[in-house]
Antibody
Framework: QVQLVQSGAEVKPPGSSVKVSCKAS????????VSWVRQAPGQGLEWMGG????????LYAPKFQGRVTVTADESTSTAYMDLSSLMSEDTAVYYC?????????????????WGQGTLVTVSS | EIVLTQSPGTLSLSPGERATLSCRAS???????VAWFQQKPGQAPRLLIF???SRPTGVPDRFSGSGSGTDFTLSISRLEPEDFAVYYC?????????FGGGTKVEIK
C-alpha cells in the first residue's frame, strides 16, 4: 500500500522560507510524478508544481514560478517543496500527491495517492 | 492556463437521489485528462475518476464520469450518507495543471 508521510506543521514569519518533505513508502518512487497542491483555509485546491524524480524534470504554476522549488531524493524516496518570500496569503495546508505510471508525461501527474497535509502558518 | 468552472456551487439533495456535477473548461482538455476528487472536512482529497471516465480500484460504481473537449460531468447515481462532501474537477492535460472551484453536495 502506497503511503506518503509529510513533515509536521510550521509557523514562519513573513519574508522567510519553508521546506516541506514528503516521504513515500510501499511502492516505486522514481517513475511517478509528485505534485504539490495547497489549500488555504476554507478555500479550494491549488496546484503549485511537481517533479518526476527519475528525470528530475519539473513543472510549476506561473503564479509560483520563482518562489517555489520542488526537488526529490531518490535514495530516500522523499520529495521536497521549498516556498520562499512567504506572505500571510501563503497560510494553507500543503499536500503532496503521487501520480500514475503513464507514458504520457502529463498523465503521470494525476494525483492518485495523497499525503496527510502540512499546515504552514505565516505570521509575525 | 485552462480555467475550470464547476457548477452548481452547492447542490442540495436527499440520500438516494442522483447528483450531476458539471465542470467546464475554458479550452479543450488534451486527451480528456480530467479527474474528479471528493474531499471531506479535515481530510486529503480522494481520487474518484481519472481520464474523464475511469474509476480507480475501490471506488464504488455509483460514481461515474463522462465528457470530452470542454465539458465534463461527474454523476453519483444514488447518494449515500457518506457522499455528502465537496467535489473538485482537475485537468492534467497541460501545464499548469488546474483545479475547479468545487461543488459542495449537501443534505437537503
Amino acid at each position: 500500500q502506497v503511503q506518503l508521510v509529510q513533515s509536521g506543521a510550521e509557523v514562519k514569519p513573513p519574508g522567510s522560507s519553508v521546506k516541506v518533505s514528503c516521504k513515500a513508502s510501499g511502492g516505486s518512487f522514481d517513475s511517478y510524478a509528485v505534485s504539490w497542491v495547497r489549500q488555504a483555509p476554507g478555500q479550494g485546491l491549488e496546484w503549485m508544481g511537481g517533479i518526476i524524480p527519475m528525470f528530475g524534470t519539473t513543472l510549476y504554476a506561473p503564479k509560483f514560478q520563482g518562489r517555489v522549488t520542488v526537488t526529490a531524493d531518490e535514495s530516500t524516496s522523499t520529495a521536497y517543496m521549498d516556498l520562499s518570500s512567504l506572505m500571510s496569503e501563503d497560510t494553507a495546508v500543503y499536500y503532496c500527491a503521487r501520480g500514475r505510471d503513464e507514458v504520457d508525461i502529463f498523465a503521470n501527474y494525476v494525483p492518485v495517492y495523497w499525503g496527510q497535509g502540512t499546515l504552514v502558518t505565516v505570521s509575525s | 492556463e485552462i480555467v475550470l468552472t464547476q457548477s452548481p456551487g452547492t447542490l442540495s439533495l436527499s440520500p438516494g437521489e442522483r447528483a450531476t456535477l458539471s465542470c467546464r473548461a475554458s479550452q479543450s482538455v488534451r486527451n480528456s485528462q480530467v479527474a474528479w476528487f471528493q474531499q471531506k472536512p479535515g481530510q486529503a482529497p480522494r481520487l474518484l475518476i481519472f481520464g474523464a471516465s475511469s474509476r480507480p480500484t475501490g471506488v464504488p460504481d455509483r460514481f461515474s464520469g463522462s465528457g470530452s473537449g470542454t465539458d465534463f460531468t461527474l454523476s453519483i447515481s444514488r447518494l449515500e450518507p457518506e457522499d455528502f462532501a465537496v467535489y473538485y474537477c482537475h485537468q492534467y492535460g497541460s501545464s499548469p495543471l488546474t483545479f475547479g472551484g468545487g461543488t459542495k453536495v449537501e443534505i437537503k
